[in-house]
């Protein structure tokens, strides 16, 4: 597996390190590990990423809450700092923006807590994800989002395979025209797979474990 450095092209300040191989997650075989370990936790990296997703949604989208997965909570605070801005044509000046993150129940579902149902419903929507591959994480928490009474108004994500999902547009740092050679399957569909090419680590929002 090789390590490499890509750097963002909205943004040089950010970068990821790319690990080629064959990466299995729940829901998509994929042909790079994407390691945005530092974007979520160092605060530099997570203010620098939030800025710069900010410049999307300052001037066009109305954000009352942003609904945080793939432990990108550290990004959503610095995001919401920046989109409540009192700036000249700003839609969220002086807002006071919720950071909320759902859980799971026991039987798998994706919930809000009672506690938290008032930032969720009649509100806003941001949702903040760190990597979207097959999509089906993102439609989850849609559908999360618009069970509790939210209006989801766009999808923000470090990387994304999919310019929109489900007629939401998706914003992301870095697109598969950014990695060499990327490609991402259904696992029922994947080429390396086929090929006879052993999995080299399982993949999930914590990070990876090498097999």
């Known amino acids: 597996m090789k390590n490499t450095v890509i750097r963002s092209r909205l943004n ?5 390190s790319l690990i080629s191989g064959h990466f299995a997650t729940r829901h998509s075989h994929n042909s790079h590990y994407i390691d ?3 974007m ?18 300052a001037y066009e989208k109305g954000v009352d809450t942003i609904v945080c997965l793939d432990g990108s909570e550290v990004i959503g605070t610095f995001l ?5 801005k009192n700036t000249l044509f700003a839609v969220n000046g002086s807002k006071n ?15 809000f807590r009672d506690n938290l149902i008032p930032m969720v419903a009649g509100k806003n929507i941001l949702i ?5 591959n097959s999509g089906k994480s993102g439609r989850r928490v849609s559908e999360c989002v618009e069970y509790y009474g939210g209006k989801v108004q766009g999808i923000a994500a470090v990387f994304s395979s999919m310019e929109e999902l489900d007629g939401w547009p998706i ?6 025209s950014d990695i060499p ?3 991402t399957y259904a696992p029922e569909e994947c080429e390396m797979c086929k090929a006879g090419k052993k999995i080299d680590a399982l993949v999930n929002s914590y990070g990876l474990s090498i097999l």
């Open 40 to 57: 979520k936790h160092e605060h530099t990296m997570a203010r620098e990423a939030a800025m710069t997703l900010a410049q999307r949604y």
């Open 128 to 132: 903040l994800i760190s990597t979207i």
């Open 171 to 176: 914003y992301s740092l870095f697109v598969p």
């Open 12 to 16: 040089p300040k950010l970068e990821v």
């Open 80 to 84: 919401a700092r920046h989109l409540a």
């Open 97 to 111: 923006i919720n950071i909320v993150t759902p859980e799971y129940d026991s039987s798998g579902l994706m919930i």
């Open 36 to 38: 945005i370990t530092r």
């Open 181 to 183: 050679n990327y490609a």
